[in-house]
């Protein structure tokens, strides 16, 4: 069976500061981990993605991620926030081909 | 190209009357899954289809629910005898199998709201 944690229900923040939204896991096989956007009255969207490799991954909106298989956290980050970016973000596992087991989401609320 | 479909957007419905969801996948998306997300339960998994092998039904949370697909494509989720507890967002995705993308996409949802 696997879980997600996302310890934070809601995040706010001020524009320009850095940010990071925890996410843990657990898993009893080795897992590939997503995190999701969605944005007000928006769908779900991929935002990035660990499924190997390199342990620190990007997103093309600079947000990165770091897969800590020690402590079993997928925690995301951002150095500087824009408006924009507010919205929920999910951090999700899956075994593969498989179903998503997503955490209960994490709101960022940036204000200026 | 098109992205999943979703109908119909909103549904409002009264307590104990039967609603059908629709999802259109992706084109060549052999993949299609079912989810539920909903206050102070975030989102929970219903069902998962592969190609034709048996659906995944383990996340159903009750008899009531029932999903079928058809021709590998079109896929339906039924709610019978619907109650106030199953208001929620539903959301499809699909995804291709094979490669290693492993990712899901996934449709805008459908927001059923029972009275």
């Known amino acids: 069976a696997q879980s997600v944690t996302q310890l934070d229900s809601q995040v706010p923040v001020f524009e320009e500061a850095p940010v990071e939204l925890r996410c843990n896991y657990s898993s009893s096989v080795s897992v590939y981990l997503f995190w999701y956007v969605q944005y007000p009255n928006q769908g779900l969207q991929l935002l990035l993605k660990?499924?190997?490799?390199?342990?620190l991954v990007e997103s093309i909106n600079g947000f990165e991620a770091e897969f800590n298989k020690s402590q079993t956290s997928f925690h995301l980050r951002k150095p500087s926030v824009h408006i924009s970016d507010t919205a929920e973000y999910f951090c999700?596992?899956?075994?593969?081909?498989?179903?998503?087991?997503f955490g209960k989401g994490t709101m960022l609320l940036v204000s200026p | 190209g098109a992205g999943v479909s979703q109908s119909p957007s909103n549904k409002v419905t009264e307590k104990g009357k039967d609603v059908e969801l629709r999802c259109d996948p992706i084109?060549?998306?052999?993949?299609l899954y079912w989810y539920r997300q909903s206050l102070g339960q975030g989102l929970e998994f219903l069902i998962y289809?592969?190609?034709?092998?048996?659906?995944?039904k383990s996340g159903l949370p009750s008899d009531r629910f029932s999903a079928e697909r058809t021709g590998g494509s079109v896929s339906t989720l039924t709610i019978q005898r619907t109650q106030q507890e199953d208001s929620a967002v539903y959301l499809c995705?699909?995804?291709?199998?094979?490669?290693?993308?492993?990712?899901?996409?996934f449709g805008p949802g459908t927001r059923l709201t029972v009275t």
């Open positions: 995705a699909s995804s291709v199998v094979g490669g290693e993308s492993y990712e899901q996409y």
């Open positions: 084109s060549g998306h052999t993949a």
């Open positions: 660990y499924l190997s490799g390199s342990t």
């Open positions: 289809f592969q190609g034709n092998s048996a659906p995944d």
């Open positions: 999700a596992v899956s075994g593969g081909y498989s179903t998503l087991t």
